[in-house]
Each structure stands twice: as structure tokens, then as C-alpha cells.
């Protein structure tokens, strides 16, 4: 059965057309999906992002099960408040998910993981935690709306009480904290997002999140759907789970090796997560994939799926689509490993209905704070 936020009714008053995304009912735009990432990029649009899952863990030893459980290192979060994004893998390797982690105490951590991706992660999660005696509580009672733009935080902070503005206006980029709106309502905001802009994704609980989207839309913060925020994280350079990376993929062969400690711990003890034998064999010997961007100057779209020839052999596209901001089309691919030049000596081509289409290889993102990185126009 399909599920619905609780703003559902709310997108369907605005005129959104609804489509399936991952089991949830969900807004792919509100009539343009270009004007809505235009709006984001240039001034500051909001998202429902409630089909999200909040996950709490409570726990005399989190962080010790944090430490087992994820590939970055939770040691690097001291205050609370910060977050950390991280990949979840199985022993494998492979990506069950990636996930944003908050510190909210010593014995309290938020996780926040994929939609599409609740039932196993918090079979998962429940199943790991029992080693080490972590309550895991999944939060149902919240909703989540994303604000998004170069205006989006001041838009935030104007529904805030005059107390929290000053405070939650110098959170820094992967930080959170509790602050109430003028109308009462307590709200977690975290000065992160998916799209390359600044803003806030802000936690709501689910019976108020209906009067706080209203307040955003009052004070001037435009709808955008589902359409709009995967072009503008394509752009950013952000991975889209089940579609750049799954659990037969690893962090390295996703582009996300930076999101990878394997450090040791601070008795000098290397900290045994899952998956790192793994790792540690791929950083020594070199994964067998890698993921490039790419940019096609020839009109025409890059879809998921198409067959990438390269050098070193084929590969395929995962995320593709026209980009607003560049008027050309963007993709991630997975080829090969081996060198593949940036630019358009890199020799790689896409198979379009049987035509073989030159693209370049370009650095991540393709934007960053609205504007196209160097060598991504050519």
C-alpha cells in the first residue's frame, strides 16, 4: 500500500502532481520542475522530505556500537549537535545505505537514513545493536521539510523566536539544534541538505508540520518537488541510493571514499567496522570500478542505464539528466578502473540508440553555490 506524508493533502492543494517514489505518494512538481530548481538555486525553495526516517539510539555504549556499525568515524563528532554522513555496508562492502549521524549526547545519537531503504536498515540496525544493549526507537511522530537556497536560512530563522535566531544563524554546515517558532512549535534544525545549496532541513513534529510548511510558504519559500531536487543534487554531485550505489557497491567504486576512516581508534586499536576488511583490501589493490561525472555537449539526454565504452572497457550510466543551470546534459557513470583523463581526451563515449556520443569527464560537482565548476562548460 502506498504511504503518505502528512502534508500529502497540502501538495495536492497546491496542484502538485503526485507520483510513486519508493512505496510513498509523493509531489514530482508543483507545474515546473525547471522554474522550481531555478527557484532553489537562485532564491530558496522547500521539499517534504518527511517520508525520511528519523532512527534514535540510546545507549550507555552508541558510540561504541556507532563505531562498528558505520564507515566514517562517529569519534570525529565531540559537540553535541554536529553530524557526520556516512555509509552503512555490509560485510561485503557494499552500501546498505548512506546516512547522516547527530550527536545529541553521550548516551544519544539521531540517525537519519533513506525512505526507500526503512525496513532493512532498521532490521539491520535493531539486529547490530543488540551486541552492545542500544535502544533503537524509529520516530514516526516527526515530519521533515527541507529549505533550500541561498536565501533559505534567513527565511528559517524570520519563524523562529528572537532568542534562537542569532543562535541557529551561526550553525554551522553539518550542525543541528532544538529552537522553537514564534508560534511555539520545537523544531530541530540541521544546517544540511541535498541539494549544493545552503539551508536547513528541519525536523517537525508530524501534528505542526502541516502550520510550519504554511509559515514557509507565507514567508515567500516556494513548493518543489521530487523532479527539481534530483537535478540540483545531480548537479551538486550527491549519490541517489538504489541508483549510484546499492549494497553490491562499495564506497570506493561509489566516489565516496571521503567518507571512509579507516584510522585507528584512540588506543591505537583499528576500529573493526563492517565491511572494512573490504576496504582495506580495495585502497591497497584498487577497486575494480569507479564512478566519473560526465557532460555531453551534443544535444540530447543521458539516461540510466546506457552503455558507457571507455579505455579500459564498458560501464554504464546511473543518475543522468539535463541540467538547468549548465543547458546541457550530466551524468554519473560507473566504468572501469583506470585512468580516464578529464576533459575530452578522456576517449569515452555513450552508446545513444546505437550511436556512439563523445562525452567529457569532468571533476564533482558540476555546481557548487549555484555556479559551474571549472572545466564543466567546456
Known sequence: MTQKTVLNQ????????????????????????IEEHHQVRRDAG????????VVDLHGAKVRDF??????????????????????MLNPQGGVIDDL???????????????????????AWITEQAKAFDVKVTERPDFGMIAVQGPNARAKVQGLLREEDRAAIGKLGKFVAAQAKTTDGIDVFVARTGYTGEDGFEVVVPEAQTVAFWNALLAAGVKPAGLGARDTLRLEAGMNLYGQDMDDTVSPYE????????????ADGKPRDFIGRD????????????????LVMDEKGVLRHGQKVLTDNGEGEILSGTFSPTLGKAIAFARVPAGNVPLGAGGNVRVDIRGKE???RV?????????????????
Open 66 to 87: 556507532l563505531r562498528r556499525l558505520v564507515a566514517n568515524s562517529v569519534d570525529k563528532l565531540k559537540v553535541p549537535g554536529k553530524a557526520l554522513y556516512t555509509c
Open 357 to 359: 556520443v563523445p562525452v
Open 278 to 293: 573490504v576496504l582495506e583490501q580495495q585502497k591497497a589493490a584498487g577497486a575494480p570500478r569507479q564512478m566519473i561525472a
Open 254 to 265: 561509489a566516489a565516496l571514499a571521503w567518507t571512509v576512516a579507516l584510522d585507528d581508534q
Open 100 to 122: 547522516i549521524v547527530y550527536l545529541r549526547g553521550d548516551d544519544f545519537f539521531r540517525l537519519v537514513v533513506n525512505a526507500a531503504t526503512r525496513e532493512k536498515d532498521l
Open 362 to 378: 569532468v571533476k564533482f560537482p558540476f555546481v557548487r553555490d549555484g555556479q559551474p565548476q571549472e572545466g564543466v562548460l567546456g
Open 46 to 53: 522547500m521539499f517534504d522530505v518527511s517520508h525520511m526516517t
Open 10 to 33: 497540502t501538495h495536492r492543494d497546491l496542484g502538485a502532481k503526485m507520483v510513486d517514489f519508493g512505496g510513498w505518494d509523493m509531489p514530482i512538481h508543483y507545474g515546473s520542475q
